[in-house]
Nanobody, 124 residues
Framework: QLQLVESGGGLVQPGGSLRLSCNASGFSLDSYAIGWFRQAPGKQREGVSC????????NYLDSVEGRFTVSRDVAKNTVYLQMSNLKREDTAVYYC?????????????????WGQGTQVTVSS
């Protein structure tokens, strides 16, 4: 059964860190790209980071460059998003999603299966 389950969100102070996990089942990470997206209240969902089926990494937002790192453990079929030096503007629901193909794209329409999301709140 195809499924994506995110975990690791929570409340963190500005400057803190979190690691989000996306556990995939029903398919192999070797065959599909996995993207991380986020959606803040009143805003559109936006692409944050992505890992291609070959293990290539991309950050789509200048604001997260140098702070967010995507990685994966193929044996665990899990993709991670390590977030450091978090800022209030990073507050959002974070989703992982499976791409329709092997390559990364920032467009939500290019992803066909989504997790339920995990809330990240950055506040003092």
């Amino acid at each position: 059964q195809l499924q994506l389950v995110e975990s690791g969100g929570g409340l963190v102070q500005p400057g803190g860190s979190l690691r989000l996990s996306c556990n995939a089942s029903g398919f192999s990470l070797d065959s599909y790209a996995i993207g991380w997206f986020r959606q803040a209240p009143g805003k559109q969902r936006e692409g944050v980071s992505c890992m291609s089926s070959a293990g290539g990494r991309l950050n789509y937002l200048d604001s997260v460059e140098g702070r967010f790192t995507v990685s994966r453990d193929v044996a665990k079929n899990t993709v991670y998003l390590q977030m450091s030096n978090l800022k209030r503007e990073d507050t959002a629901v974070y989703y992982c999603a499976r791409g329709k193909g092997r390559w990364c794209t920032y467009r939500p329409v290019d992803f066909d299966s989504w997790g339920q999301g995990t809330q990240v709140t950055v506040s003092s």
